[in-house]
Structures are given as C-alpha cells and as structure tokens.
C-alpha cells in the first residue's frame, strides 16, 4: 500500500499563475482534505472533498478551488498566485467524513510550493 | 488569529527522561484535542487524542492531559526515545462549527 501520494514534490511559479497539485488517496479510502502549512505554521484546513463534492470549507477565497475523480483522486488548484500561497500543501485521504475522521486520516508528505 | 499556541519551538531532552509538550487554546468552543506527530519529509500522523469531557488519556508512553478551566493541554512521552525525535502538533476541534486548528508545532529532539 502506497498510502497517500503527491505530486509534484516541489514547485516554483511567479505571482498571477495557476497552479494544479494532485493526490492520491490511501487505498479503500474515499475522502480528502487539502492543508495549507506556512513556514513556522501548522497546517490550516483548505477544503475536504467527498463523493466528488466539496463538503467542508475553511477560511481560504475562491482562488482556491478543488476537484475529486471518481476514483477518489483530487487536484488542488489555485488562481491568480500571491506570493503569500507558497507553502507546503497537505493532503490527507480518511474513509468518509463526519465526526472523528480526523483521528483516522492519513497525510501526504506535501508539495512545496514557492511563489515568486 | 492564532487560536491554538504551542509557545515553545523547540524542546531537548535525554533518553529515559519524560518529554512535556505544551499547547494553550482561546477558544472555549474546541471539544476535542490531538496530538500529530511529523518526521522529516513525511506527512503528520495521529498520535494520541482527548475529548473536552476527559481531562486524561494514555496510550502506552504518551499521555495527553487536558485543564479545561486554564485552557491547557499537554502531551507527555515517558520514557522518550531518540526514535520520539520530530515536531509534534496539536490540534482542537470545533464540531458545532466543524473547524479545526492547529498549533504551530515543537521540534522535540531526544537525546541518546
């Protein structure tokens, strides 16, 4: 069992690009979360796809937008780049959402991501 | 808006010895608690968690402590052990508002 995957590993863009960043859930699970961790900050929560649908939201605009495949993949894509974004971006796959997931979820190693 | 603090950095202790992670949260809404634990180029994992009802919870050498009134939970690692050596985060949960906060983690490095 690979566990959770991403890619790519790392990333440079200069402000006002797009970026795409992908992952690949635990095998049997079918639930993702995205994190946002700045350099000396924990991980703040994006968003939390289930059933190809975003189910849960944290504080971050609409530049930040996602989707999930029917085969439980996801994509994280962010617009209009600030130099603010760049972070290590989280993903992490649990089998379904509600009430103490969190305990349960599994996490990608991330994907650096430097805005310049 | 840093609801969730672990106000030390870094902490070092020596093999054998007990290692104690701080964490202070503002918000009296949070009604559960973990800890996370990263290692270099990994993702973090869970570690241990306590609900808002508990003020203790042990699972083998990491026990996690909970003060309600003071808005204080600590993690403690007896015996640690240089394998315990990476940055642990704690995390409180909202469930009525479904949100969920981080610290910004310790480095804890065990001495052999």
């Known amino acids: 069992d690979a566990g959770v995957t991403q890619s790519p590993t790392h990333l440079i863009k200069t402000r006002g690009q797009q970026v795409t960043l992908r992952c690949s859930p635990k095998?049997?699970?079918?639930?993702v979360s995205w994190y946002q961790q700045a350099l000396g900050q924990g991980p703040q929560f994006i968003f939390q796809?289930?059933?190809?649908?975003?189910?849960q939201r944290g504080n971050f605009p609409d530049r930040f937008s996602g989707h999930q495949f029917p085969n439980y993949s996801s994509e994280l894509n962010v617009n209009a780049l600030l130099l603010g974004d760049s972070a290590l971006y989280l993903c992490?796959?649990?089998?379904?959402?509600?009430?103490?997931?969190?305990?349960?979820?599994?996490f990608g190693p991330g994907t650096r991501l430097l805005v310049l | 808006d840093q609801q969730v603090k672990q106000n030390s950095p870094s902490l070092s202790v020596q093999e054998g010895r007990i290692s104690i992670l701080n964490c202070d949260y503002t918000n009296s809404m949070f009604d559960y608690f973990l800890w996370y634990k990263k290692y270099p180029a990994e993702g973090p994992t869970f570690l241990i968690s306590i609900s808002s009802i508990k003020d203790k919870n042990e699972d083998g050498r990491f026990t996690v402590f909970l003060n309600k009134s003071a808005k204080h939970l600590s993690l403690h690692i007896v015996p640690s052990q240089p394998g315990d050596s990476a940055v642990y985060f704690c995390a409180a949960i909202d469930y009525n508002n479904n949100d969920m906060r981080f610290g910004a983690g310790t480095r804890l490095t065990v001495k052999p």
């Open positions: 992490a796959s649990s089998l379904r959402p509600g009430r103490g997931y969190q305990e349960t979820q599994y």
């Open positions: 095998s049997g699970h079918d639930t």
């Open positions: 796809y289930y059933e190809e649908e975003e189910r």
